[in-house]
């Protein structure tokens, strides 16, 4: 489950228009979504609120052999309208699962940030700022992040901790975002890191607008994206790069069929192959599997994972009879009353097992106003102890 202050991220990201998903990074986004999820350790307990449009704050406490917890101040020179009340707060929204790819969107025209007053230009680039103190380690985190224009955006993270070498380390990256591709380059103070990343996405450009003859069939067997992409590094202090290219087929929300996703991606230096694929099996069900294959090693391994979201009907505070009942001197009938009730999200139901035997179970959900991840771990090979480990997360916002 996203921490509230990963939320507020995510809905600065929707205010100003940004695609966070069309770049290499999220390319297994799905995967890593459905087989990647961390269990909780010990007991946690985390307290937020939006206090205003543009400032949230975050408290956090836990207790994993020794008591420990953390500070977090956010600003957003851009209001944010998200749900904030961890009560009503979809659930939907902090859950990452099987992730559904949008159509893509043309970028905003640079002439439509603009702004003039008198002859002269007043508008500002939206910003934020995001600060994280962890104790009592005494490390911080810091985030800057600002909007360039409708295409563009720059973020500076920095880690100030006396552990790590220097006694911090400083990652910049720039980000360029046009729908048909999107391009990322990054410099990192640890080891000199110079990076590059690209994805392009095959098929029609949205800048240039579809016409009525070129439209997509929606009607086919398979309708969806295919994307390519690569990302470079080269550590200019110990003189070492490295390089992986993907690919991915999803399917896209027109497409009849069942929704699936399937990447391939390639480490050709290191010699590593991963191949994964995910299918929502059903409206409240998804299924993912991922192999991982080492062609110098000829190691290899195998991951499986579910996800399974329980539903029920919003509970009606006050029965109200519809105009046609009230004209008709009668009661509503039950039928058609539950049938109106829509439905909301109950809890998640998470686990993946591994070629080891290793498995994870987890269950996100809501009761009352708090929102909680319990999981756990076990690894049915050690016969001496295949409990690892029980955890319980608590999340409260206003």
Not at 106 to 129: C, F, S, V
Not at 162 to 177: D, K, P, S, V
Not at 223 to 242: D, H, Q, T, V
Not at 356 to 370: H, P
């Amino acid at each position: 489950m996203l921490e509230f202050m990963d939320y507020v991220q995510r809905a600065f990201y929707s205010a100003s228009r940004w695609d966070e998903e069309n770049s290499y990074t999220s390319l297994t986004a799905t995967a890593q979504g459905l087989l990647d999820f961390q269990t909780p350790h010990g007991m946690s307990l985390k307290l937020s609120s939006l206090s205003s449009p543009n400032f949230a704050t975050s408290y956090a406490l836990g207790s994993v052999g020794l008591v420990d917890g953390s500070l977090s101040f956010l600003y957003s020179s851009l209001p944010i309208r998200a749900t904030k009340t961890s009560g009503q707060v979809d659930l939907h929204d902090v859950i990452r699962g099987y992730r559904q790819i949008s159509e893509l969107e043309a970028p905003d025209h640079a002439w439509m940030w603009e702004q003039w007053h008198g002859g002269k230009r007043i508008d500002k680039r939206d910003t934020l700022l995001y600060g994280r103190l962890y104790l009592p380690q005494s490390t911080l985190e810091a985030l800057y992040m600002r909007r360039i224009s409708p295409t563009q955006q720059f973020k500076l993270s920095a880690v100030s901790d006396g552990r790590l070498r220097n006694g911090g380390t400083l990652l910049a990256q720039h980000q360029y975002n046009v729908g048909k591709y999107s391009a990322e380059t990054l410099y990192s103070t640890d080891g000199g890191l110079l990076g590059l990343k690209g994805l392009y996405n095959f098929g029609p450009d949205p800048r240039k607008g579809v016409s009525k003859s070129a439209q997509p069939r929606t009607d086919d067997r398979f309708y969806g994206r295919f994307s390519a992409g690569a990302e470079l590094y080269y550590g200019a202090f110990n003189k070492s790069g490295g390089m992986s290219v993907g690919g991915r087929y999803t399917t896209l929300p027109a497409h009849k069929g069942i929704p699936l996703t399937a990447t391939l991606t390639l480490n050709p230096l290191m010699g590593n192959i991963s191949a994964t694929y995910a299918v929502k099996a059903g409206e409240n069900l998804s299924l993912c599997s991922r192999f991982d294959f080492n062609a110098y090693s000829y190691e290899s391994d195998l991951v499986l994972g579910c996800e399974l979201w329980r539903m029920k009907r919003k509970s009606l505070h006050s029965k109200v009879r519809s105009t046609a009942a009230k004209l008709e001197w009668r009661l509503d009938d039950e039928a058609s009353m539950s049938a109106q009730q829509p439905e909301e999200v109950a809890g998640v139901f998470k686990a993946r097992i591994d070629q080891n035997y290793k498995i994870a179970v987890l269950w996100e959900g809501r009761v009352k106003d708090f929102m909680f991840t319990l999981g756990s771990t076990f690894d049915m090979k050690r016969r001496d102890q295949q409990f690892r480990n029980l955890g319980l997360e608590l999340q409260f916002s206003s």
